[in-house]
């Protein structure tokens, strides 16, 4: 039997479960509330793991594809003191594919393919019918009901309210995000910097990092520990708030948000490490749905991974339902195990002391 399928959101999680099960000749109803895949900046590069989000491209048969358009030596690290010394410099070995990067909105064009996306269709909710199935609700005021729902829908998911009362909750760090365009041509001297790579320097509980992606193009990131601040003003109030924290830094260190353009105050929340809940019929979650945690470089691999696992799962067995509740099991316990990582990383990183920071790194880049 060919059961009704709907994932709310079409961001890496949900898109990988579409892919996957579109690979074994499933059609899934996808909802997104983006009016398109270019209605919105895609954001930042990702680094795909080996065993995570490589593992999920290829069971949805794109890895040979993502390992043409990656970038190996987006794996270069280098750490600055905040005088701009500098403390280490990583640089991958020729076929070290351990975590590539690419740019999100190439991973999106990679994992979209010829799917059917439903694009400006906002969920407002999803009812648990009560009798094995769900009913998504759009904002347009239609409604359709399913025999499984997946909510893929992010951070602060419309879907997680059929299966649990938990909502995320503010770490007490917040990043400030900003980009350079074109870093090479326009500013060669912190292309340098940058390196093919990230770049990061940690002082008291702050931090800057420079990412690039591709074409050119570096994010910046500031984060710090502060108070929930639900006003931050427009961005060039948070470029001059940036510079006070900051001040004291390296000149170099500074131009990477003298010269950044528009800047995002972005407070990151987190759900708890061991979020479970009591299995409902009709209705499951993945990705930061299911599990935010700390943006450490595993919650879109994790999303990933959850995508590809339930895909299988369901094309694995006739019982629908025996497929989610065993798909919930292995991704709690995954889950648990990287929110306690990427907590604990957290911590390292914006930290009293900048040499936990540094420690951390050395812990996890090869010798
Ligand atoms: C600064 C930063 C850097 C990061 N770097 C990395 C990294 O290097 N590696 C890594 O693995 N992870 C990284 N992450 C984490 C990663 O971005 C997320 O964990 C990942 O995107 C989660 O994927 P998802 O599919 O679960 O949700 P999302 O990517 O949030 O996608 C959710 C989708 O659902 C849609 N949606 C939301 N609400 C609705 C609704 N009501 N109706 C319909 N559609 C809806 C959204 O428009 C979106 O398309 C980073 C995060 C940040 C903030």
């Known amino acids: 039997m060919r059961h009704r399928i709907a994932v709310i959101g079409g961001g890496p999680g949900g898109l990988t479960f579409a892919r996957v099960l579109h690979r074994h000749g499933r059609h899934v109803t996808i909802f997104e509330r983006d009016a398109g895949p270019d209605a919105r900046p895609p954001g930042g590069t990702l680094d795909l793991h080996e065993g995570l989000g490589q593992f999920a491209l290829d069971r949805a048969g794109l890895l040979p594809e993502f ?19 500098v403390l280490r410099d990583w640089h991958p070995a020729d076929d070290e594919r351990a975590n590539p990067e690419i740019d999100r909105g190439q991973l999106r064009d990679l ?23 769900a009913r998504v609700h759009v904002a347009d005021g239609s409604a359709e009901v399913f025999d499984l729902v997946v909510g893929a829908d992010g951070a602060w998911s419309r879907t997680r309210t059929a299966v649990s009362p938990v909502t995320p909750q503010y770490t007490g760090v917040t990043n400030v995000e900003t980009s350079l365009d074109d870093v090479d041509t326009r500013h060669p001297e912190l292309a340098r910097l ?14 800057l990092v420079a990412q690039r992606n591709s074409g050119g193009h570096v994010k910046v990131y500031a984060h710090f520990r502060a108070p929930l601040d639900e006003s931050p003003g427009g961005s060039e109030e948070i470029r001059s708030s940036m510079l006070v924290l900051f001040d004291g830094w390296s000149d ?33 979650l993945l990705g930061d749905a299911a599990h935010l945690m700390p943006p450490l470089g595993a919650g879109a ?14 094309v694995g067995t006739a019982d629908l339902d025996d497929a989610v509740r065993a798909f919930e099991e292995r991704m709690w316990a995954r889950a648990a195990r990287w929110a306690g990582i990427t907590a604990a990383g957290l911590d390292r990183l914006v930290n009293p002391d900048p040499a936990a920071a540094v420690a951390l790194f050395d812990e996890v880049q090869p010798s």
């Open 67 to 85: 390992r043409a358009i990656s970038r190996p030596e987006g794996q270069a690290m280098r750490i600055l003191d905040t005088d701009g010394t």
């Open 111 to 133: 994992l979209l393919g010829d799917l059917d996306v439903h694009w400006g269709r906002p969920v407002t909710r999803v009812t648990p019918t009560g009798q094995g199935g």
């Open 194 to 207: 940058i390196g093919d790579g990230s770049l990061a320097a940690y002082g008291i509980n702050r931090g």
């Open 252 to 284: 170099r260190l500074l131009d990477l948000l003298r010269h950044g353009g528009t800047f995002t105050h972005r407070p990151l929340y987190v759900l708890p490490v061991e979020h479970t809940w009591a299995h409902v019929p009709g209705v499951t």
């Open 301 to 314: 691999n994790l999303a990933m991974m959850d995508g590809a696992e339930l895909a299988e799962s369901i």
